[in-house]
């Protein structure tokens, strides 16, 4: 199993920036992918950016020049620095973690609790 904790949300205003973590814990023979998504209200849950085991990074075209994806692996964190904050960015922000448990099953749904990131204009 793997447990996955963010934290680093808060409110902030517009133009402002934040550094969201994500802190994985556990057992798991390999991950391959973490994410990060976010779900506004009353809004479908959406891909913001991805972080491979090889270290590459892909980010939603909404977020582009703005966000950065990066890890530690030594410390089993990843990151997410976003800068120029906007309103629309306001949403609940999960990290998910994908890949091979140590049994040898792929998975794909370990989640986080999430942290609140609220933008004001």
């Known amino acids: 199993q793997v447990q996955l904790v963010e934290s680093g949300g808060g409110l902030v205003q517009a133009g402002g920036s934040l550094r969201l973590s994500c802190a994985a814990s556990?057992?798991?023979?390999?991950?391959?992918?973490v994410n990060w998504y976010r779900q506004a209200l009353g809004k479908q849950r959406e891909l913001v950016a991805s972080i491979t085991s090889s270290g590459t990074t892909d980010l939603a075209n909404s977020v582009k020049g703005r966000f950065t994806i990066s890890r530690d692996s030594a410390k089993n964190m990843v990151y997410l620095q976003m800068n120029n904050l906007k309103p629309e960015d306001t949403a609940v922000y999960y990290c998910?973690?994908?890949?091979?448990?140590?049994?040898?099953?792929?998975?794909?749904?370990?989640w986080g609790q999430g942290t609140q990131v609220t933008v004001s204009s």
């Open positions: 998910n973690a994908q890949g091979v448990t140590t049994t040898g099953f792929y998975r794909d749904d370990y």
């Open positions: 556990g057992s798991i023979r390999r991950i391959n992918v």
